[in-house]
């Protein structure tokens, strides 16, 4: 049987760096806003000088994407079939060559388990020596990789080198990296404002790093994927090449000279272009520059809690989604990093010449576990201080997402689109923890008129939450099906109500225009031909029925397939959805199957505001 996941599909940005204001900042015309949204246990926010937190902290948002035809098993981003963590081998001989590379890459990489950064880095990361530069505190790091040396894969939250994935253990500790990474910067959400120009500088996005670079062939045309070197001196007296390396979008290979790549940034195309070396490559080219990240002050969460900001909100940050000017479909995936550091250190200036050294006698200004005394007749009491984590960083990841080409439409370039989606799994509160039940995101979505809004979902079919089930407790309570997710729509008159209106009675669907629909490929230039009852069947059904009678859609209308299950248990998990704009006004809806009142709400709002400057297609 084959294995099949359901990929989201994000329409990308059209050129929104064409609209600007005099001041050069985004109209917002052009973008695609994707609403991220997360918790952080140990709270985090607040200005150290008129709203003290009990932690500093550090918010780090990146994406990484490849083409979508990006060809082998080998590199192809993917979601795994299992949980496993993809095999590596370490490298056996220094002076392997190329074929043995290949064949160790080969051997280890599965095409069943998940991959996000490629073989190589990981590999990269193995071999190259680690940062002696470092605060490791008291902790133990393994001094031999098994080639002689310590590496990247050791850090002070890492002393073991334990794998996880392809990451790098010591980039995913440090920001910003020192060396190139295959990840591009979203955001950077901080506590002190007064950072950001710091932080957005040294942003891998714009500031070319360096790296190693040595060969197997003696005609240097061969580079290796990794060195064992870390700096320039080392690089260079083993014979290597210490050269910089370019983030980038994608390449542009129509400019093929530095005066071409260079002259392309006057078609104003929505683009930046910089000529430069991509991470992984040797030679210089056409490359799509990154913008720089944002950089704003972190949403204040409180601490010991998973739970919402000051505002009663989750704390949230909207995403622009990238322009790719080559239009091609992308495979992606996001992280969101965490950092927590402590006053009882400066982490800024405190650095390896503050390592614990017994044979020195010098001693880390934090120890594991250590005992204090408060003077109660020499009483000592401990602390629970793990100086492995004393600061620390946390991480998230997402399944792989797509970013698609905007449908062919007139004006469809400069239309702002608006990411309409749902979040959570099946299961009741304590079943779901650390994520949360059913809703829609955003719950409640305000836009402009002539805005459109692209509504989809994903779900599975095998949910499961058994024994030892995470963080939460086992078990699956929900709806319909056990083990499955399943999402509709339908049109509420008050964010009070639970009952959905009758067909006749709403105004949602009849006050939509349709610019795209599942049912459609999105280079077909025509628009679909959609009635309002068309679209809030589709709705309601989860794209089950793509129309009302069979006179539209012929066997896969209301009137002639088999019937929906009423708990939508034959319904599809996942759903593509349709680009819409809709006319001014508010509007609730909600899901059928999953608002169990007292249990859980599954209840959305749009709010459409009527402007002046309104681009109705």
């Known amino acids: 049987m084959p294995f099949f996941i359901f990929i989201q599909e994000y329409f990308m940005s059209g050129p929104y760096m064409k609209y600007v204001d005099e001041d050069g900042v985004p109209t917002g015309e052009g973008q695609s806003l994707l609403n991220i949204e997360w918790t952080n246990q140990h709270g985090c926010g607040g200005d150290e000088d008129s709203d003290p937190h009990k932690t500093n902290c550090m918010l780090i948002m990146q994406y990484m994407c490849q083409d979508d035809d990006a060809a082998g098993e080998n590199v192809e981003i993917r979601n795994g079939q299992n949980t496993n963590t993809q095999q590596h081998t370490r490298i056996q001989n220094l002076n392997e060559n190329q074929n043995q590379a290949n064949n160790r890459r080969n051997n280890d990489v599965q095409a069943n388990r998940g ?19 470092l605060f490791t505190a008291d902790q133990n790091l393994r001094t031999d990789n098994g080639n002689g040396y310590s590496s990247a894969i050791y850090t002070r939250q890492n002393p073991q080198g334990t794998q996880r994935g392809y990451e790098c253990p010591e980039e995913r500790d440090y920001y910003p990296y020192w060396h190139p990474t295959p990840w591009r910067d979203v955001a950077v959400l901080v506590q002190n404002v007064s950072e950001c120009s710091t932080l957005q500088g040294a942003s891998y996005n714009v500031q070319p790093y360096y790296e190693c670079v040595e060969f197997y062939n003696n005609a240097r ?4 994927h990794w060195s064992r070197y870390n700096n320039q001196a080392d690089c260079e007296a083993n014979d290597g090449d210490w050269l910089p ?5 994608e390449t542009a ?6 005066s071409q790549c260079n002259a392309a940034n006057n078609r104003n195309d929505g683009a930046t272009y910089v000529w430069g070396r991509p991470e992984g490559g040797l030679d210089l080219q056409c490359l799509v520059a990154v913008p720089a990240p944002d950089c704003l002050q972190a949403p204040w969460s409180r601490d010991n809690h998973l739970g919402n900001t000051r505002t009663g909100e989750n704390a949230q940050y909207t995403m622009t989604l990238p322009f790719f000017p080559s239009g091609n479909f992308k495979r992606c995936a996001f992280r969101m990093r965490y950092n ?6 400066d982490p800024a200036n405190t650095d390896a010449s503050h390592n614990q050294n017994y044979q020195t006698g010098r001693v880390s200004p934090i120890q594991n576990n250590p005992n204090v005394d408060i003077g109660a007749d020499s009483v000592p009491l401990r602390l629970a201080v793990n100086t492995a984590q004393f600061g620390r960083v946390f991480q998230d990841r997402s399944h792989v997402f797509k970013i698609a080409p905007r449908p062919d439409r007139e004006g469809i370039e400069s239309a702002k689109i608006v990411n309409l989606n749902v979040r959570g799994k099946r299961g009741n509160i304590v079943q779901v923890y650390p994520a949360i039940e059913y809703d829609f995101v955003p719950t409640r979505l305000t836009i402009d008129e002539g805005d459109m809004i692209h509504i989809q979902w994903t779900g599975s079919n095998t949910h499961n939450n058994g024994n030892p089930a995470g963080d939460g407790q086992a ?3 929900g709806e319909g099906r056990g083990g499955t997710d399943r999402n509709n729509i339908v049109q509420i008159a008050d964010a009070l109500d639970n009952y959905p209106l009758p067909f006749d009675m709403t105004s949602m669907w009849q006050n939509a225009n349709v610019i795209w629909m599942h049912t459609q490929d999105s280079s077909e230039t025509q628009l679909p031909d959609i009635a309002a009852v068309d679209l809030a069947v589709s709705m309601a059904s989860a794209g089950y029925y793509q129309c009302m ?4 859609c012929g066997g896969q209308s209301a009137q002639n397939k088999n019937k929906i299950n009423n708990l939508l248990d034959n319904a599809p998990a996942s759903y593509k959805g349709a680009l819409l704009q809709i006319s001014t ?11 169990n009142f007292t249990n859980r709400s599954q209840k959305g709002m749009l709010v459409v505001k009527e402007t002046n400057n309104a681009k109705k297609k």
Do not use: V
Request: charge should be negative.
């Open 585 to 595: 006004g508010e509007y609730h809806y909600m899901c059928t199957r999953n608002n």
């Open 549 to 552: 009678s069979a006179a539209t």
């Open 340 to 345: 927590i550091t402590t006053d009882d250190y």
């Open 245 to 249: 390396f370019t983030a980038y979008l």
């Open 253 to 258: 290979p129509t400019y093929t000279t530095e």
């Open 221 to 224: 045309t061969q580079r290796k």
């Open 475 to 477: 078990g699956d309570a």
């Open 115 to 133: 991959l996000q950064e490629p073989w190589e880095w990981y590999d990269k990361c193995y071999n190259r020596e680690r940062n002696m530069g």
